[in-house]
């Protein structure tokens, strides 16, 4: 079982995805290549890296992401290769939400498109990079994924979008 450090949510994570998890799990053989968009601090990584000798982690929020490199540390996964940028069908700069009351990370951060709506601005927001998945995956010598992961807090439909190439290969063997 990975060390996931101190992270806050992480009991409250593990209790209430241990089925998500298990039953992911339950599909991963050694051969796979994981995408897991949305990584947060990377308890869906890290538990695939346990099975898989590769798993790709797209993870926005600059806290989360630091969090997320320090528990592959932790756990000594070299399996795992972290991208700071979010997925979605366009390539632009959106803002994503900040920690919520006193928080450094969050596991509710999500892009926004409303961004330059002043009344939906928050002082926490900040700025990311935003890929089309297809794009990123094309350009980079990232391996086609065979199960992809997606967690990004109500923005999976323009993920879906940005990465449809990718998902309808007959490489991807589940979303």
Not at 28 to 48: C, R, T, Y
Not at 110 to 137: A, Q
């Amino acid at each position: 079982v990975p060390d996931l450090g101190t992270y806050c949510e992480t009991e409250f994570v593990l209790q209430n995805e241990k089925d998500i998890i298990e039953d992911m799990l339950s599909e991963i053989q050694e051969s796979d290549v994981i995408l897991d968009i949305g990584a947060n601090i990377g308890i869906h990584s890290l538990f695939a890296g346990c099975i898989t000798n590769s798993v790709v982690s797209i993870e926005p929020h600059q806290a989360n992401n630091a969090i997320l490199s320090a528990n592959i540390s932790l756990n000594d996964t070299s399996s795992i290769d972290v991208y700071s940028c979010a997925f979605s069908n366009e390539s632009t700069d959106l803002p994503i939400s900040g920690p919520r009351k006193s928080m450094e990370i969050d596991g509710s951060a999500s892009v926004s498109e409303s961004f330059e709506k002043e009344e939906t601005y928050n002082k926490n927001d900040i700025l990311v990079k935003c890929e089309i998945g297809d794009h990123f995956m094309q350009n980079r010598d990232v391996p086609h994924p065979s199960i992809i992961k997606i967690d990004v807090e109500g923005a999976e439909k323009s993920v879906i979008e940005g990465l449809s190439d990718i998902i309808k290969n007959e490489k991807t063997k589940l979303v």
